[in-house]
């Protein structure tokens, strides 16, 4: 995958309008405050403080349960919070869900497509609703086969498509939308090694372009290599933020099975 | 952005084989029904025609007779076929479309009773009104049980709210993917109908363009409805699965259930006379007369004549008893008539409010009865025509009648002329125009109308509130 050519092409066609925000452009892309999400008994975010910059990449570890889902679900404005507040470049989510998310871009662990129509047909239907209607099928054909879909595989039918292939339209999708945020939920599940490797590439020059970036992973490994701050979540709480340029691997892993372990 | 949603469902459908069969088979259904409907129709109405122009010749050509033995010989009336009769038989098949019109009885159709058909028999004499009212909502619901349950199942809902559309737009877009997919059916039907009008059009409506406008529309609303059932029932269940149960519930309940019950209650409120009772107790009224109704009495009427004319004799009176008593016989028998009849289709209109009014639960009750009001096969066009019928024989007695009554003489033998014969106009019966058919049909109308509004408020309250994952 060749993340330069992805990125140094300015997509063209014209963004939605941009309502007044609530804040100023310096102030965090995402940010939660004092976040709480119940299900029953169970809080499955307990107070959680996040605030990510512009250029900032924030990996989110955590087991199964500790809440990184709902987080980035919380982003979005797919379930509303008990309490705290969701900002999206300002947005308060609760009040201005559609404009939250015309600047977000979101990869699901599992990217779900139509079988019936291509890659690129499934590609330029979501890049349209993103607002991107004027992108070009050479330029999402480019687009697709950057980050790492076999040119022959692009006007196949997804019915055809492995998980790691769906997993790349997935990526292709948010990168077209050309947005101000991504959320990420375990991208690189599915995909191999090699393309692995290429989306941690993909998300540096992202960042490069200050795009904040919110990744929920189990992947320690990914996380220090993509990550500019490390949260670890358990029970729905922030355990620990670290920096990544402050630890090595080796650092990462005996603090996440400790915290684990407590 | 809702353009990009209508274009990806309509690919999606299209590529779709479950709905390019489904559709195949409606779209043959609904062509051949179409086709056949306008074959039969074409052939009755040619049927008739030989038959109106035989009868006339046979009554012309009777030769010499007794006016009263004319008018036992009597002479068929036939029910023109409107233009849109070959989409919606209606109640036809039941009452049938001619009447014989003979002296001293009001023959009709009504013995049997019109509107009691089961579903399951509606359904077995395929019209192309059954297959919009039947399997096209069927369809529907097989096109559109997914659309918001098959997204949030299979995931696919997430990302597409995650591009910041909303759940409106993603639903309306759904909606007009299913219209559009609907239109690739309905469009080459609407255009086999209107040739069908425009070149089968045999009967006397004027506005077979404005009927079918109103039906079409009608028809269209109907569709909607379903149209915004099945995302309505697709945004507020888990599953697809449960989505296509539950619609599939809700079309039984439509098509099946809700017909029988509605032909059962309005039966039970509003009871009729089986055919038998109602022959008998007519029968029973004219041989004794009523309270109020007397049989007349040809000896009264012989003395009273000879009282008015001051004569002593039949012989001398300046015209004949016999034809005067037999005109009054008419009088008396078509009072019974009146007392009868007028009581059975108050009680069949009484039976079709409730059948309107229960349309409230079922919108399939709404649509038929527009549908067959505005193809002029409902059973208020075949009370008027029914009623023109009478007025016509009545008008016969009377001729017939008056003739013997003023040229003959008591005692002798009167042969009336075949110019008799050809001076009774033939009968012309001018159809009810679409300002009468909406009226009575006003209820049926609201009900429609009722429905589409209600479907699309719950189906916007239940869109808005659609979960997510």
Sequence with gaps: ?????????????????????????????????????????????????????????????????????????????????????????????????????????????QVMLYRNLSGLENLQY????????????????????????????????????????????????????DAEALLLDEPTSGLDPKASREFSELIETLRGRGVAVLMATHD??????????????????????????????????????????? | MIRHIVRKEFTDLLRDGRFRWCAAIVGVLLLV?????????????????????????????????????????????????LPLS????????????????????????????????????????????????????????????????????????????ATGISRRDLALGKAFGVAGALALLLIPAAIVGSAAITLGSPGPAATPFARGTVLAAGYLAYFAV???????????????????????????????????????????LHPTPSAVEFARTMEREISTGVPGIERPDRDETTARLLAEHGVETVDDLPLNAVGVYLQESEEFANQIFDRNYGALWNRFERQGVVHEALSVAAPLLAVRTLSMGLAGTDVEQHRHFATAAEEYRRDLMRRMNGDLAENSRAGETYLATEDTWAQVPPFQYDAPSLGWVLQNRALSLAMLGLWLVGAFLVAGSLVRRAEVA
């Design chain 1, 1 to 109: 995958m060749s993340t330069e050519a992805v990125l140094d092409t300015p997509a063209t066609g014209e963004a939605p309008p941009i309502p007044v925000r609530a804040a100023e452009l310096e102030d965090p892309i995402l940010e939660a405050r004092s976040l709480v999400k119940r299900y029953g008994d169970i809080e499955a975010v307990a107070g959680l403080d996040l605030s990510i910059q512009p250029g900032e990449v924030y990996c989110l570890l955590g087991p199964n349960g500790a809440g990184k889902t709902t987080t980035i679900h919380l982003f979005l404005g797919f379930i509303e919070p008990d309490s705290g507040r969701v900002r999206v470049s300002g947005f308060d989510v609760a009040q201005n869900a559609l404009d939250a998310r015309r600047r977000l871009a979101y990869v699901p662990e």
């Design chain 1, 126 to 177: 979501f890049a349209a609703l993103g607002g991107r209607e004027t992108l070009s099928s050479e330029r999402l054909t480019e687009i697709l086969v950057d980050v790492g879909l076999p040119l022959p595989a692009v006007g196949r039918r997804v019915a055809e498509y492995s998980k790691g292939m769906r997993q790349k339209v997935g990526i292709a999708i948010a990168v077209a939308k």
């Design chain 1, 220 to 262: 320690l490994f990914r996380a220090k290599e993509s990550g500019t701050r490390i949260g670890i979540m358990r029970h729905g709480r922030l355990v620990t933020e670290l920096s990544t340029g402050e630890i090595g691997h080796a650092d990462l892993e005996r603090i996440y099975l400790d915290h684990m372990q407590e």
């Design chain 2, 33 to 81: 029904s179409l086709g056949s409907g306008l074959v039969e129709t074409r052939r009755a109405e040619a049927a008739h025609t030989a038959a109106r122009e035989t009868a006339r010749d046979h009554w012309e050509s009777q030769g010499e007779k007794n006016p009263h033995s004319a008018a036992h010989y009597g002479i068929y009336a036939f029910k023109p076929r």
């Design chain 2, 86 to 161: 070959f989409l919606d038989q209606g109640v036809d098949p039941y009452t049938g479309t001619s009447v014989w019109l003979e002296a001293h009885r009001q023959n009709d159709f009504l013995m049997r009773p019109a509107q009691d058909a089961t579903a399951g028999q509606r359904l077995g004499a395929l019209t192309a009104a059954q297959v919009l009212q039947y399997l096209v909502p069927l369809l529907i619901i097989l096109l559109a049980f997914g659309a918001l349950a098959g997204e949030r199942e299979q995931g696919t809902l997430r990302q597409l709210l």
């Design chain 2, 226 to 268: 379903f149209v915004a059932l099945s995302l309505a029932v697709s945004a507020w269940v888990r599953s697809a699965r449960t989505a296509l149960v539950a619609l599939l519930g809700v079309w039984v309940l439509n098509g099946l259930v809700a017909p029988r019950v509605a032909v059962d209650l309005s039966k039970s």
